[in-house]
């Protein structure tokens, strides 16, 4: 460095590696049958988007210089667009206004990159890390920084701008939102770590960016306003699109708490949430599959003619609660425990009251999957509805074990990775 570009490999972005893989292979299984149905005629161009955007986000994660992430990102971007667009109804308008926003959020990465350039004439994140500390007070620096973080910020749909998320997530194909919700904001919160720490330093973030109070007060209007409109809805799918944007909210925040137990919480939640949302949605998708709906009141005798599928999704529904032993808490855990130490009491109430809008909204789905519908009894009506084909329920099942178990090694995983990814304060 700083010549040529360069591919980093290092704690933080080996886990969000194995990530990426992880959902992309699982995805790819399971939406075997959704693409036939959804997409007969489309099957060659979704999967060669799937992998381009796989690619893409395989590329941010693993590259060392800050303009190749630009490409990356956009590469990335351009898939999703057009994995987003591929769904019916309402797709392509809601395709289109994160088009807009997509493209606003990384302008201003750009733009930023561009003072950073201009300060510094190097766009190795290396090289940019050893000389940046010497111009802490340099203006373009400066406006490079906030550039950066409010382009980054838009593109993982952070509390306030998060509106073009919901709609196109939910009216996107089953068998691209698997891929898209637990992939994008997390490599998206990824970026901002690496960019924060890994370039600017720490140091130079919370030293001379007076940001901590502005971003823990976004993140817990973004984790209670999410949770509010979550608990609004009746559309299973726009459901979970608010939880994300709520679980945005628990990793911007653990990060702007500036210290190292709330930033190993964050960095925690990107695997667990990640999975998290990879399971819920695989169960929205076989609901899809097996009644062409996606209400709550579908659920419906679900426990009786589902019990599989049905099982897994309270493994996932426990997990966003934040239950032991399934990951979820741990990172909740380790979230609270760091707004304790910041003494950020506002931040620890909105994950507490996340928690309990948590609960209730799934234990009123769990609620409505144990009633019996009247026609429940015929037999033409248990022919209707049965449980998921094996391609799509391996899968699920494997995603819902993995919560457990990596909530049983979340010790071994904080002290063995995740530990050696914080910086030291």
């Excluded at 679980?247 to 709330?262: Q, T």
């Excluded at 789905?365 to 033409?380: F, K, L």
């Excluded at 084909?389 to 002290?415: E, S």
Aim: glycine share 8%; net charge negative; with cysteine.
């Amino acid at each position: 460095p700083p010549f040529g570009i360069e591919d980093v490999v290092d704690h933080l972005n080996a886990m969000v590696l194995v990530v990426i893989t992880f959902v992309s292979l699982i995805s790819i299984i399971y939406s075997k049958l959704i693409v036939e149905r959804e997409l007969p005629d489309k099957i060659p161009q979704f999967y060669t988007l799937y992998l381009l955007l796989t690619t893409g986000l395989l590329g941010i994660t693993i590259t060392g210089d800050a303009f190749n992430l630009y490409v990356l990102l956009e590469i990335s971007a351009l898939a999703t667009y057009a994995l987003l667009a591929l769904g019916k109804d309402r797709a392509l308008i809601s395709t289109f206004n994160y088009l807009i926003l997509g493209t606003i959020g990384a302008s201003l990465y750009l733009l930023g990159v561009g003072h950073l350039y201009i300060a510094t004439g190097s766009l190795n994140m290396a090289d940019l890390f050893r000389i940046l500390p010497s111009l802490s007070g340099n203006s373009a620096v400066m406006v490079g920084f906030i550039l950066i973080i409010v382009g980054v910020w838009i593109k993982m749909a952070f509390f306030p701008a998060h509106g073009w998320l919901p709609n196109a997530y939910t009216y996107a194909p089953s068998s691209s939102i698997c891929l898209i919700a637990p992939l994008m904001t997390k490599v998206s919160v990824y970026i901002m770590i690496r960019i924060m720490f890994s370039v600017f330093s720490a140091e130079f973030t919370f030293a001379n960016i007076a940001w901590q109070t502005a971003g823990v007060w976004c993140s817990v209007i973004a984790i209670i306003g999410g949770s509010l409109q979550a608990l609004a809805q009746r559309d299973f799918r726009k459901m979970l699109t608010f939880l994300v944007v709520a679980e945005v909210g628990y990793m911007v925040g653990g990060v702007w708490l500036a210290n190292e137990i709330g930033i190993s919480g964050a960095i925690l939640h990107i695997l667990n949430d990640a999975l998290m949302t990879l399971c819920l949605f695989l169960v929205a998708g076989i609901l899809i599959f097996k009644t062409q709906r996606h209400q709550l009141m579908d659920f419906r005798g679900m426990f009786r003619k589902m019990p599989v599928t049905m099982g897994a999704f309270i493994i996932g529904a426990l997990s966003m609660i934040g239950v032991p032993p399934t990951c979820g808490f741990f990172s909740k855990w380790y979230l609270i425990q760091g707004a304790i130490e910041a003494g950020r009491w506002e931040f620890m109430a909105a994950l507490i009251f996340s928690s309990l809008v948590n609960a209730v909204l799934f234990f009123r789905i769990i609620e409505i999957g144990h009633v019996q519908h009247e026609t429940d009894s015929h037999d033409h009506a248990e022919e209707k509805i049965s449980e998921a084909p094996a391609i799509m329920l391996i899968p699920l099942v494997v995603v819902a074990i993995a919560l457990v178990v990596i909530g049983l090694y979340t010790n071994d995983i904080v002290t063995n990775v995740i530990q050696h990814a914080v910086p030291v304060l």
